[in-house]
């Protein structure tokens, strides 16, 4: 199977900060890119698909690298309501099992 | 409201006793997925299925079955041959190369 990689942290953040983590993948063929949040105990929810040419909402900021093969995810002025697990997802042409991987995450921590 | 939904939220089995877990989705998506999450750890996908009467075992599909008679519904059954079934189990759906919607989830514990 096609592999998706990321950061399992924890990355641990005073809040107000900016955070920044990226999600590698191996195939190189890949079309959709997504962020999710999970939050503890929950089921995990789109937080934003990542475009190619970069994308924004709000204090999120979506990233992609073609060349490099990876995406990356940017949260500015950090919130305590921002600590979750973040998940990479990346979907791949021709479906089946390979076209939906999820990276195992990236759990962030917002601090007072 | 267009989503999917899984029951039960909660189920506790005995040992050696088969339980289903029900998912249904109203979105008109043709993929529908199964994930296992233990505590602290990534989605791993039991089995998945592209489109009615035809489905796919995953990394973990060893101790679960699955049928897909309808477009809407892909029950999962966990089986007295899954020796450590206690985990959260996910549900989702999506169209070809598009996000995927999840279930809520079923926490189940074995007794």
């Known amino acids: 199977r096609k592999e998706v990689e990321q950061d399992p942290g924890p990355f641990n953040v005073p809040e107000g900060a900016t955070v920044a983590f990226n999600c590698t993948y191996s195939?190189?063929?890949?079309?959709?890119f997504f962020w999710y949040r999970q939050d503890c105990r929950k089921e995990p929810k789109l937080l934003m698909s990542?475009?190619?040419s970069g994308n924004e909402d709000g204090r999120f900021t979506a990233q992609l690298n073609r060349a490099s093969q990876y995406i990356s995810l940017l949260i500015r002025d950090s919130k305590l309501s921002d600590s979750a697990t973040y998940l990479c997802?990346?979907?791949?042409?021709?479906?089946?099992?390979?076209?939906?991987?999820f990276g195992k995450g990236t759990h962030l921590i917002i601090q007072p | 409201d267009g989503g999917i939904t899984q029951s039960p939220k909660y189920l506790f089995r005995k040992e050696g006793q088969n339980v289903t877990l029900s998912c249904e989705q109203n979105?008109?998506?043709?993929?529908m997925y199964w994930y296992r999450q233990d505590p602290g750890q990534g989605l791993r996908l039991i089995y998945y299925?592209?489109?009615?009467?035809?489905?796919q075992k995953g990394d973990i599909a060893e101790g679960y079955s699955v049928s897909r008679e309808k477009k809407e519904s892909f029950p999962l059954t966990v089986t007295s041959a899954q020796k450590n079934p206690t985990a959260f189990y996910l549900c989702?759906?999506?169209?070809?190369?598009?996000?995927?919607?999840f279930g809520q989830g079923t926490r189940l514990t074995v007794v």
């Open positions: 989702a759906s999506s169209h070809p190369l598009a996000e995927a919607f």
């Open positions: 195939n190189s063929a890949s079309q959709s």
């Open positions: 990542v475009y190619s």
């Open positions: 997802v990346v979907s791949y042409p021709g479906g089946g099992a390979d076209g939906l991987t």
């Open positions: 979105l008109n998506h043709d993929a």
């Open positions: 299925s592209q489109i009615v009467n035809d489905f």
